[in-house]
């Protein structure tokens, strides 16, 4: 029987990931070793019951004597904190789910590796910020990453059995997400509740806010360069507002193997369950001829700066990935607290880029997750201080 742990189970992947194991069978098909997740602990134990899982961790020590109250009589271990997030991942699993958002879905998923299973990789902020130093523990043990964001999943799909040296060119696609059509003018008063109302995908809110600023565009830029190993000039972002090619992948023949589907994020998640079969998905079926056509455009560069500074970031390398990233999470967190803009965002990642070039040379491979880590708490105190919340 398979075994199985689910990082950050209680989220919008997390969530998806859970109905999958259900309807595949559940525990009657799946050993579950760990399911983790953060405030929602009421969630969390309905499915570590549900699974019959080894344990349950929260990533919050103070949620732990809710936790425990919820599965008491359960047989289920509940644990709590950092330390006992790396502990379940230290547990060997055949297959682990990455769905912690945020950099703390990092060192978690970088422990899972060491037991050369698969990691389904849906925390995109493992590759940008550390991808060099994350496939390479992979290969170290023999472990299989697959991509789980649904961009990346097409174009894995696409190129199966293709090979890589004949690749010309790698194209994602953008929904454009919630201000799509405003005026430029707008875009600076938009309000968080705007922001966070996708047009074609229901996913968690901050990833949907990142949308709208196309931020979550220029992270998978970035996760299609680490994991594909393909040059930035090869990878384009095509504005496509009906969300149903999600990727394509350009040959040296000039043909295009597009990957169409409904926005439905189980299609990429079962997908790298059931690797390398393919089983049947509860996703809707595309009808084509009701859809009549599909639209795509160029990403406007002044709506969507983000796409810029992630061209400058992959040209950078190095450590420049995990200073992005700390930087958009401080703009995110800052724009939905309400203490800057939307389109401050972009100017907050860009000032905290250039602060920290002139300390250190981001260009310089990461060595360590440490280094990351480090790295990652220094752009992030920057990023605090461009906006007054703290001294520098
Ligand atoms: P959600 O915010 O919906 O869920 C995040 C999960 O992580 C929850 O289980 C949450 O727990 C837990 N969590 C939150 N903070 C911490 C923390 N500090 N330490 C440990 N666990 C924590 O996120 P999504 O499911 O939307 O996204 C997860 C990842 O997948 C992200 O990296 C995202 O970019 C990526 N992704 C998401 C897609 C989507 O459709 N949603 C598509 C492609 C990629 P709790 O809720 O209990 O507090």
């Not at 050993?31 to 969630?43: C, E, I, P, W």
């Not at 991942?89 to 060491?114: T, Y």
């Not at 697959?146 to 060119?169: C, M, N, Y």
């Amino acid at each position: 029987m398979r075994s199985i742990s689910v990082f950050g189970a209680t989220g919008s992947i997390g969530e998806s990931t859970f109905d999958l194991l259900m309807r595949q069978g559940g525990r009657a098909a799946f050993r579950t070793v760990a399911l983790t997740g953060g405030r929602n602990v009421a969630r969390l134990a309905a499915q570590a019951r549900a699974l019959g899982a080894e344990v349950a961790v929260t990533a919050h020590d103070d949620c732990l004597p809710d936790l425990r109250a919820a599965l008491a009589g359960s047989g289920v271990e509940a644990a709590a904190g950092a330390a006992a997030l790396l502990e379940a991942a230290d547990r060997p699993a055949d297959w682990v789910m990455s769905a912690i958002i945020g950099a703390a879905g990092l060192a978690p998923g970088f422990r899972a590796l060491r037991h050369g299973g698969t990691l389904a990789l849906a925390n995109k902020e493992s590759l940008v910020t550390a991808g060099p130093l994350l496939l390479a523990e992979a290969a170290r043990h023999g472990a299989r990453i697959l991509p789980v964001d649904s961009e990346h999943s097409a174009v894995f799909q696409a190129l199966a059995g293709e090979d890589i040296a004949a690749v010309e060119r790698v194209i994602i696609t953008a929904s454009g997400g919630a201000f799509r059509d405003w005026p430029l003018e707008r875009l600076a008063r938009a309000t968080v509740a705007e922001a966070s109302n996708h047009p074609t995908w229901a996913m968690g809110q901050r990833i949907t806010i990142d949308s709208a600023s196309m931020f979550n565009k220029a992270m998978e830029l970035i996760e299609t360069r680490e994991f594909f190993g393909v040059n930035p000039a090869q990878i384009e972002v095509l504005v496509h507002p009906e969300s149903i090619v999600h990727a394509l992948v350009g040959f040296a023949d000039g043909a295009l193997m597009a990957h169409l589907g409904a926005p439905d994020m189980r299609h990429a998640i079962g997908y790298a369950l059931n690797w390398p079969l393919r089983a049947a998905l509860p996703v809707p079926r595309l009808d084509l001829a009701a859809l009549g056509q599909l639209s795509f455009r160029a990403p406007d560069p002044l709506r969507w700066p983000a796409l810029r500074l992630a061209r400058e970031v992959m040209e950078l390398r190095g450590l420049a990935g995990a200073v992005f990233n700390a930087a958009k999470e401080v703009a995110l967190d800052s724009f939905i607290a309400g203490q800057v803009g939307f389109m401050d965002m972009a100017g907050l990642v860009e000032g905290t880029i250039d602060k920290m070039v002139t300390r250190q040379s981001l260009g310089n491979a990461a060595t360590s997750l440490d280094m990351v880590l480090q790295t990652d708490a220094e752009a992030r105190a920057v990023a605090r201080a461009l906006i007054g919340q703290e001294k520098d």
